[in-house]
């Protein structure tokens, strides 16, 4: 292995962790935003109503884009263990 192959491994990894990971943080910070700016207006401070909306947006993004994130893991681990020969050979 040289190098080259590892650092381009890593950056793949790297890439992956961040496209999964995305849209699920976005969604936490854009419901997160919200309620904040819902509570700040209200003046209403339940921790139990930030965590809530987050939950169960969060779920509803999972749903929909959980197949494209399993999608692009199992994309990724195929591509790992075809390039397991050319690694170490």
């Known amino acids: 292995m040289t ?3 590892i650092m381009t491994l890593g950056r793949q990894a ?4 961040l496209m999964v990971s995305a849209p699920l943080l976005v ?8 309620v904040s700016i819902f509570q700040a207006a209200t ?3 339940e921790m139990t109503l930030s965590f809530i909306p987050k939950l169960v947006a969060m779920v509803i993004v999972m749903v929909i884009s959980g197949p494209w ?3 692009l893991m199992v994309d990724y681990i195929r591509r ?9 050979g």
């Open 27 to 34: 969604t936490a910070l854009g419901v997160g935003l919200i």
């Open 43 to 45: 003046q209403i401070n």
């Open 69 to 71: 994130m399993l999608g």
């Open 14 to 17: 790297l890439e992956l962790t």
């Open 3 to 5: 190098p080259e192959s």
């Open 80 to 88: 790992l263990f075809s390039s397991i020969p050319t690694l170490v």
